[in-house]
């Protein structure tokens, strides 16, 4: 009688542990992702993000403007963030940020009157920025995600080379998690 009880708590602990294997949380936390947006205005971004717990994740965005007409005035950036989540599920709902950008603007520039020429000053210039912004993402149980965000942020050296005193980013993006 003792074994059976033995073997009976033995196979319910073995169950339990399987259990609790099946019932973790979902393990996926790198994302990659395109923002939708910035093709219409000759821009390329996408961003990698790893989720560090169920609240916060950190990421880089690299954003190449590859049509100058529609972007005249920025070059190329990459931009590390933290972000800190609100929502119930794992990384997604609302969201704050802080980031910083790395940054290649054009310099400043200069407005001949006579011919209505436009002449720059300056050669590009590489600045730095900080801010902070805020968004929404929502994460599929398979991992497509869609997110929309806004954020804003000052520059902080040779602003003066430049036209230019903030940043701002935006976009409506989505992605996958894995």
């Known amino acids: 009688m003792k074994k059976n009880h ?6 319910l602990a ?6 609790q294997n099946e019932s973790e949380p979902n393990q996926k936390k790198n994302e ?13 971004e996408a961003t990698y993000e790893r989720i560090l717990t169920n609240k916060s994740s950190i990421g880089v965005t690299g954003l190449y403007v590859y049509d100058e007409k529609s972007n005249e005035d920025m070059n190329y ?12 599920k794992k990384a997604s709902g609302w969201f704050v940020e802080g980031f910083g950008m790395l940054t290649s603007i054009d310099g400043k ?23 902070g912004g805020g968004g929404w993402k929502w994460v599929s149980k398979s991992g497509f995600l869609f997110e ?15 036209d230019h005193t903030n940043v701002q980013t ?5 992605g996958y998690r894995f």
């Open 6 to 11: 033995v073997l009976l708590i033995i196979l």
């Open 14 to 19: 073995f169950y339990s542990v399987n259990a």
């Open 32 to 44: 990659l992702k395109l923002n939708l947006v910035m093709p219409l205005i000759g821009t390329f």
């Open 77 to 88: 950036s990459i931009s590390p963030y933290y972000r800190r989540y609100f929502g119930k």
């Open 109 to 131: 520039k200069i407005y001949a009157s006579e011919d209505h020429s436009i002449y720059t000053e300056n050669p590009d210039v590489i600045l730095f920025a900080l801010g």
């Open 148 to 162: 929309a965000h806004l954020a804003y942020g000052g520059l902080l050296f040779d602003v003066k080379k430049t």
């Open 170 to 174: 935006f976009g409506l993006i989505a």
